[in-house]
């Protein structure tokens, strides 16, 4: 049987551990088990396979919000390393660049399904209720710092399918807003006020959870 053949008949990545926002550092034998695998050694395809598919199913359940579809674009992303893999040149880090094409690969996936990516409504000058800092688009220390990751994974799961987008492609994975505006069609002024809205609608829920979780201990005394 064929590493394709191999691939599908394995068992789904395992879930993984929520709220690790960070990327991965090098991973030691990652390169050289990239060059075999370009040589068609299905072993170093499948060190590839085991040392990325945890990220990859992260980055897909955080994107698409349901665990089995989640679950199928991990594996489609890896297929499509399969047959793409040979196109790596070194120009980026390989997380990063695997990262991109499974970004494609959900984006595409979501587009056949007919979803509007970014709510068309959205304006580019929001509200002023809504109206962002001088620090409109940039990173947000407060979703950044020491919050309870668990906490944080749930929140951005339960986030509007657009919000919930851009946050993930911005503060999750890097992405500049030229780039998000790019793959999801929209401008760039569109990527910055649905961001920002996510953060406000992210702080939002995170104090409902902080409260839900201190009202126990307040009846307790």
Known sequence: ????????????????????????????????AIEAAKNGDAEAFSKLYALHKRRVYTLCLRMLGNVSEAEDMTQEAFLHLFRKLGSFRGESAFSTWLHRLTVNLVLMHLRKKGLNLVSLEETINP?????????????????TGAVDRVALERAVASLPPGYRMVFVLHDVEGFEHNEIATMLDCSTGNSKSQLHKARLKLRELLRQ????TAAPTEAAK
């Open 1 to 32: 049987m064929n590493y394709e053949g191999q691939l599908m008949t394995q068992a789904p990545p395992a879930r993984p551990n929520p709220g690790m926002f960070k990327r991965n550092p090098p991973i030691a034998g990652e390169a050289e």
């Open 127 to 143: 509200s002023e209720e809504d109206a962002p800092k001088r620090d409109f688009g940039s990173r947000d220390p407060t979703l």
């Open 209 to 212: 959870t902080e409260l839900a």
